[in-house]
DNA sequence: GCGGTTTAGTTGAACATTCAACTATCGGGA
DNA sequence: TCCCGATAGTTGAATGTTCAACTAAACCGC
């Protein structure tokens, strides 16, 4: 059975490419200064921004995974390299037998204390400088409206 | 020589926050539903659209790298998973012996062709339908101006 | 037409992500 | 208590991406 597709009108169309075009380059720039200041990937780094600003800069995997926006196996590949670089450590969970705690070490909370200004300065660079006030606000309600549409359909 | 760094005010933060959010989401899903569908990653769609509105359907590889947003490196790989495939052939250059031209085959058109509705179907859904007309032009402006702030600087 | 620099593209290794399969534990009934 | 489905997390293999090193050819100035 023939379904008519809504294909893009030309306005739609050019939107789409400069957003795609837009996010990729954005994104990628971010990540090729986060690896070369930090060496870390920027996945990586949110993972940590997550554990600072969770209560005792510890979380279990699965809310650390929401958290992030990360799949579990990815965070579990993920936590097993930063376990390794010393900058997250895995506990127990004393509540739940199946749990894993990842926790922020000292050192990895001073890796990204270190990192966190020439990030944002980055960010603020690329992104905020670019962009008049009111379209910051465009984009905070457009990413709001879009994030609400996706996690809740 | 300490330099103040320029932190994101509260509002900067919710919009950097949901934009992060939202994009990654939007990416994720039409990633999940074109490999799903189609059998390839979203970077290689690309790869086959661009190739698919060249003259000829046709372009140097380097053009091809420039045009989808990809390094050269990534693009040498994808065309050598794409020719497996049977999507894509190379061809020498006849005015530069350096280089090489990507050709969609007819059966990579054919594939990208089936794939079409089902992923314009899915933008539609996943981004355009959760935002207002006016949305759909800020977001136009927005993407415009930055991926020019960002590839012009 | 020589020699140095730039450009085109590929390659392999290291790293990151996905997917499906797996183990172990929890929780809620019959 | 026993069982069964759901949840937590890990693992290995296949796939993608990055980075740096490399070959080859074009370009440029003399």
Redesign the pocket.
């Known amino acids: 059975m023939a379904v008519m597709t809504r294909w893009l009108d030309p306005d739609e169309q050019r939107t789409w490419r400069a957003y795609l075009t837009a996010s990729r380059v954005l994104m990628?720039t971010l990540?090729?200064e986060l690896?070369?200041d930090a060496g870390?990937?920027h996945?990586?780094y949110e993972i940590l921004v997550q554990l600072s600003e969770a209560p005792g800069r510890q979380l279990?995997?699965?809310?650390l995974?929401q958290a992030a926006g990360?799949?579990?196996?990815?965070?579990?590949?993920?936590?097993?390299?930063l376990e390794a670089a010393g900058w997250v450590r895995?506990e127990d969970?004393p509540t739940?037998?199946?749990?894993?705690?990842a926790v922020l070490t000292d050192e990895g909370f001073a890796t990204l204390a270190a990192a966190a200004p020439g990030h944002v300065e980055g960010v603020r660079q690329h992104l905020f400088d670019a962009l008049s006030p009111a379209q910051v606000d465009q984009l905070r309600r457009i990413s709001e409206t879009l994030a609400e549409h996706l996690t809740g359909s």
Do not use: N
């Open positions: 990628d990540d090729r690896q070369r870390m990937p996945a990586y279990r995997m699965s809310q995974a990360s799949s579990r196996s990815r965070l579990s590949h993920a936590v097993a390299r895995r969970c739940d037998r199946r749990g894993q705690i």
